[in-house]
């Protein structure tokens, strides 16, 4: 399984606006498109840009952790993390965290007990996908957040590590509540054991027996789609109104070289100018439908350069023109 498309939570502009941050600031920073804030997920690339604009904007990366951290309100978490407010106690909570991680690459989340700890270890799916140091950040001060709010208690930390420089640690380490090191091996943070039996004043057994069911049909619907084809040609047909639908600039939202892409595509029989036709053509579909819609429009949001060339490719695909098309097709 290869997911490209990462949920992104609405919660985080409306806690942008909290913090004085103007969310279209994001945008002009991480060169992103104006669209992105439409978007219920966003690729690994647009990911990364927004985290790291955020970082660039904030200035301290642990000031910008703290703050967010501390103002994103819980009812502004998507489904499967605020579902885990309503675990029984802090372990299930993270339990039920890590499971439904795998819904949100690219991090994966490791959790081991032993002894009096409890580890967590934060990992990146393919070593070219290593985030911004905000982002390694935000994720574990979010699980200690998860553990603060849950129990109603101020629980602290055990020890925090970092692979990477993460501002003023001192910031850092009142709000953890605990050490913290920089320029370490791996990004980890170890809690007390104890913690984790402490009991949720936000359980709701009820809620999490209809949540469960809903949240484990969707991770097991999104596992066994192995179809990096169909995301390519996702992110082929997102690209074609900008003028930015080439290998080049796909393999780079992907996070990946435009070798591994081809090699990828190739493994499951197809190729990026296969997807790129078939892009192309379930777009010229879906806009000929919109009777608004001059032909000449669609040819432009297609990256055709001139109506001629549209209708050769249309004539191709479908043995018709677009205009017999239309009327074929209009309810």
């Known amino acids: 399984m290869y997911n490209t ?154 020890s925090i590590e970092f692979t990477q420089s993460m501002g003023d640690v001192q910031v850092l380490e009142e709000y953890f509540g605990c050490r913290v090191r920089t320029s370490s091996s791996t990004n980890r943070m170890v809690l007390h054991r104890r913690d984790l039996d402490r009991i949720f004043v936000s359980n709701n057994e009820e809620l999490m027996e209809i949540l469960t069911p809903v949240l484990d049909k969707t991770l097991e619907e999104q596992l066994s789609s192995s179809s990096f084809a169909e995301t390519v040609k996702q992110l082929v047909k997102q690209s074609l109104a900008e003028g930015k639908a080439s290998i080049h600039v796909i393999a780079k939202e992907l996070g990946m070289s435009e070798r591994s892409l081809q090699r990828r595509l190739a493994d499951e029989n197809t190729s990026f100018k296969q997807l790129m036709t078939e892009g192309k053509q379930e777009q010229a579909r879906a806009y000929l439908t919109n009777p608004s819609l001059p032909i000449k429009e669609v040819a432009y949001l297609l990256g055709y350069r001139d109506q001629n060339s549209f209708y050769r490719a249309f004539r191709q695909w479908e043995g018709e023109t677009p205009l017999t098309w239309r009327a074929e097709h209009m309810i």
């Open 5 to 158: 498309l990462i949920p992104f939570p609405a919660g985080f502009w409306t806690s942008l606006g909290h913090l004085g941050i103007d969310a279209q600031d994001i945008i002009r920073k991480g060169r992103l498109p104006n669209t992105l804030m439409t978007q219920q997920a966003v690729t690994v690339a647009q990911y990364f840009a927004i985290w790291q604009a955020y970082s660039d904007l904030v200035g301290d990366i642990a000031k910008g952790i703290v703050s967010l951290a501390s103002a994103f309100e819980t009812a502004k978490f998507p489904p499967p993390v605020l579902a885990t407010y309503h675990a029984g106690s802090y372990r299930e909570a993270l339990s039920f965290m890590a499971r439904y991680k795998q819904m949100c690459p690219p991090a994966s989340m490791r959790i081991a007990e032993e002894g009096e700890l409890c580890t967590i270890d934060l990992g990146w799916g393919q070593p070219e996908q290593v985030g911004p140091a905000i982002l390694t950040g935000i994720t574990l001060a979010f699980l200690l957040e998860l553990g603060r709010r849950g129990t109603g208690r101020p629980l602290s930390a055990r």
